[in-house]
């Protein structure tokens, strides 16, 4: 008759089966149950909700980005983008050079400080006369970056600001125009938080597939 073994040993072998009994249910076969669903059900959201133009991935919806120039030298480290007149423009990003997701961040300045309030009034000279409109009538969130920098929306007001300009470099009209506007605006988050915004990467998707 073989010797019970003792008792730590019994415990440690008890804990070792439970350890990869757990490891197999949490460590694989939820993961791949939560993963099938999502791919099933929420395929599109599940792989970064990502937009496509022409059969090319152009970038994701929850992600905003810059729509800029080429640059003169795109070696210069110093030379600076400008924005390109065709593309409705997001607003500011403290995210790297902008809208970087490796750096995503806010510029941690608070309203008494100089360097912001001077940022604030050189972005409305800027905006103002790039939309050819008074500096007074400049949106809010033309003039300061999200929280994260990714941010993806812009308020109508600022969209509809940019509509002049957008058509005179696309010759397209002002309808077509505050149409799509229309159509990519989201309602406040569910029903009564926030306030509407316009998605700029799907209405630069949009705008680029006008004919």
Known sequence: MSKPLPTAVRTHLTALRMLLVMTVILGLAYPLLVTGISQVAFASKANGSLVSSGG??????????????????????????QPDPK????????????????????SNLGP???DLLKAVEDRRAAVAAFDGVAPATVPVDALTASGSGLDPDISVAYA????????K??????????HLIDTYTDGR?????????????LLNKALSEQK
């Open 56 to 81: 090319k991935e152009i970038g994701s919806s929850l992600l905003g980005q810059s729509y800029n120039l080429p640059k003169k030298d795109p070696n210069d480290p110093n030379e600076e983008a």
């Open 169 to 178: 470099a696309r010759s397209l009209s002002a309808d077509t125009l505050n």
């Open 160 to 167: 509809r600001e940019q509509v002049g300009r957008v058509a």
């Open 112 to 114: 008494n400080s100089a």
């Open 189 to 201: 988050s569910i029903g009564f938080l926030g306030q509407p915004g316009v998605n700029v990467v």
């Open 87 to 106: 593309w409705f423009q997001p607003r500011p990003s403290a995210a790297g050079t902008g809208y970087d997701a490796k750096s995503s961040s806010a």
